[in-house]
């Protein structure tokens, strides 16, 4: 594989693409000032959007769970002086749910393989994880499932039930979207995605593109 | 030894089908330059001093490509022990019979990219009288890598499953593909070493943090249905039970034994879910137990796991399996053949060998003199057997769980 630099798309261009493909994101606007009237419903996140910055959340970049107007100017002010060459993106707050993380990668045998994990810090501290090589079946994806400790939502587990059948459909058009070769998709990271019993919604996407030129 | 012996084979008059080149990496590839004017079909280089040892063996190696491209000669090796093929006698292994045994004819292709564990496998499992269908060392794999062996595995009358030992993997796509054809025909068994967390990939991805090369082999195996094993003792073990037994309909299990001890053991592992997946008590119906009951002591258990105690005989096996093979809610049985018990001998492998007929059977003997005489009889019956609960549970898991997959995916 060449050793060529891979460039990320800004989230926003990310979560129109996946919205393109029938993939929930939430509703949002991206704007250097703050408009008159966002059209959107709070609470909203606040994010910087740079595709100079990869992790925002390391640097101070995302304020969640903005419940006013009034609160939302006044961090849109603090963001400015943060990050005064960037734009920024408000975003509709997901309603809360059960969090998964979804993801692309190539693997050196295998090529292009998609994840499935519970998501949060439990990604990492339990390593729940299942993988398997893109496309995928909807047996596949039900098997991913079924793989990891978040399978217990999908029946519903201590007033949390996840509609398991949207989580499918997410992990079929990921892996459609990927064997499609429209994008020269290099990675994906869906994290979180927030799945409740009415469906799934992508909360924060990252995308990286091969360099091909 | 009164062989005739040529200086050189170009010179040989007839036609070759396989080279045994024993010399060393220089001179093998010299070796290899004048089999490919004879055009022998086949050449094994055994020698080490390859691309195992840096530049100057990997120009060596690639020495070896050049001078195979566009011929018909194919090579096996470097660095291999070659081959055994029990059926037509074939074994270019140079180690000596009074140091390793070589298994008797089988079922089971066995395939290795190290020499010496494929060697060292090979003489362990003669200890219960194991045959395999051949043996194939594909060492540096200038040539012929697993791809090739597994898809000859594919279409040898004599081969019914097929186990591989590999380090690497060569070609990742054609093997994804290859291995889901083959293992919905014969059933596959992996093992992979190399599985300690690569810690190259970038950090800048969540999903790379998690991707470790041994999860996504893990995810690619499940994909395919492969059977995983994780040591060199699974990888015979489960390699013979998909290759003596078709995969039962479902996961319920019927236990029957003579020591209440290996019964509940025997439950509590295979109803725990691990690495080879669970499967499930059968449930008996009263009909059923009730009829159960007339072979057996009073105070004996017909509930599953059955307990035929002490009193367990060949004739009560043979009833109670009779039983469970006609019954609807048994997907396959386990049944223990120990020793302790004075009505146990050799005779139990006949009623095992006649349920076998009709449903999935894994057997279990746990001990040293008769429990030993009783694996080898049901080896040479080809009905799988172990010597410990823990092997008996894991064999029947990968059955139920390959059965499984089969059904989910056998029609893709």
């Known amino acids: 594989m060449s050793e060529a630099k891979q460039v990320s798309m800004l989230e926003k261009d990310a979560k129109e693409l996946l919205s393109k493909h029938g993939i929930t994101v939430p509703r949002s606007i991206m704007s250097r000032d703050l408009p008159d009237s966002s059209g959107l419903h709070f609470p909203v996140v606040l994010k910087v959007s740079d595709d100079s910055i990869l992790h925002k959340t390391d640097v101070g970049g995302v304020v969640l769970n903005i419940g006013s107007r009034e609160a939302l100017e006044k961090e849109f002010k603090a963001m400015k002086l943060k990050f005064p060459q960037s734009a920024y993106l408000v975003e509709e707050m997901a309603p809360p749910g059960v969090e998964f993380i979804i993801g692309i990668i190539k693997d050196r045998d295998f090529g292009n393989v998609i994840m499935l994990g519970s998501g949060g810090i439990f990604t990492e501290l339990y390593e729940d994880v299942s993988f398997r090589k893109v496309p995928i079946s909807s047996s596949d994806a039900t098997e991913m499932i079924s793989e990891i400790a978040s399978r217990r939502f999908c ?3 201590r007033g949390k039930k996840v509609n398991c059948d949207s989580l499918v459909e997410l992990l079929l058009n990921i ?13 994906i990271d869906l994290n979180p995605v927030i799945a409740s019993e009415k469906g799934v919604i992508v909360a924060d ?3 990286l593109l091969a360099n091909t030129i | 030894m009164r ?6 084979v170009e010179e040989i008059p007839s036609e070759v089908d396989l080279a045994v080149i024993t010399l060393p990496a220089k001179q093998a590839v010299v070796a290899l330059e004048q089999s490919v004017r004879k055009k022998v079909h086949f050449v094994i280089i055994v020698a080490g001093g390859f691309s195992e040892t840096g530049d ?16 018909e000669t194919r090579v096996i090796g470097p660095n291999t022990v070659g081959v055994l093929f029990p059926y037509t006698g074939l074994n270019t292994a140079l180690t000596p019979n009074d ?31 194991m045959g395999i269908s051949g043996f ?10 697993e791809i090739d062996a597994l898809e000859l595995f594919e279409v040898d009358q004599n081969t019914k499953s097929v186990v591989m030992y590999l380090e690497s993997i060569s070609d990742g796509e054609s093997f994804f593909k290859s291995l889901k054809r083959v293992n919905r025909k014969k059933p596959v068994v992996v093992l992979k070493t190399g599985r300690s967390r690569e810690s190259t990939r970038a950090a800048a991805s ?17 994909q395919v249905g492969v059977t995983r094993a994780f040591d060199e003792t699974e990888l015979l073990d489960f390699g013979r039970v998909l290759a003596y037994q078709k995969p039962p309909a479902g996961k319920r299990v019927a236990v029957i034994t003579t020591a209440g001890g290996v019964g509940v053991l025997t439950t509590d592992l295979l109803t725990s879910t691990d690495a080879h997946g669970r499967c499930e008590m059968a449930n008996f119906s009263e009909e059923e137990e009730a009829e159960m009951r007339k072979f057996v002591l009073p105070f004996a258990s017909v509930a599953n796991p059955i307990d035929l105690t002490a009193d367990g005989s060949t004739e009560a096996y043979g009833s109670i399996l009779d039983i469970l093979v006609r019954s609807p809610y048994v997907d396959a049985i386990i049944a223990y053949a120990l020793p302790q018990t004075p009505k146990i001998n050799l005779d139990i492998v006949s009623p095992l060998t006649v349920a076998a007929r009709s449903k999935p059977v894994v057997a279990g003997a746990i001990g040293n003199r008769l429990s030993k005489d009783i694996l080898r009889e049901l080896e040479v019956a080809r009905i799988p057997a172990y010597p410990s609960v823990s092997r008996t549970v894991a064999a029947m898991k990968v059955l139920c769980e390959y059965g499984e997959y089969m059904r989910r995916h056998g029609n893709e």
């Open chain 1, 155 to 157: 029946h519903g587990f």
């Open chain 1, 175 to 187: 892996s459609r979207i990927v064997e499609s070769n429209l994008y020269p998709i290099y990675s």
């Open chain 1, 205 to 207: 996407a990252k995308i």
């Open chain 2, 3 to 8: 062989l005739k012996c040529y200086p050189s």
């Open chain 2, 56 to 71: 100057e063996g990997k120009n060596l190696e690639q020495m070896i490509r050049d001078l195979i491209r566009g011929t």
């Open chain 2, 99 to 129: 140091r390793l045994f070589f298994p008797g004819r089988g079922e089971v292709g066995f395939l290795s990219q190290s020499g010496a564990l494929g060697l060292l496998v090979m003489d362990s499992i003669t200890e219960y009288g």
């Open chain 2, 136 to 145: 194939i060392n594909i060492g540096n794999r200038a040539d012929l890598g």
């Open chain 2, 206 to 222: 969540h999903t790379g943090a998690m991707a470790s090369n041994d999860r996504v082999f893990g995810g690619v195996l499940k």
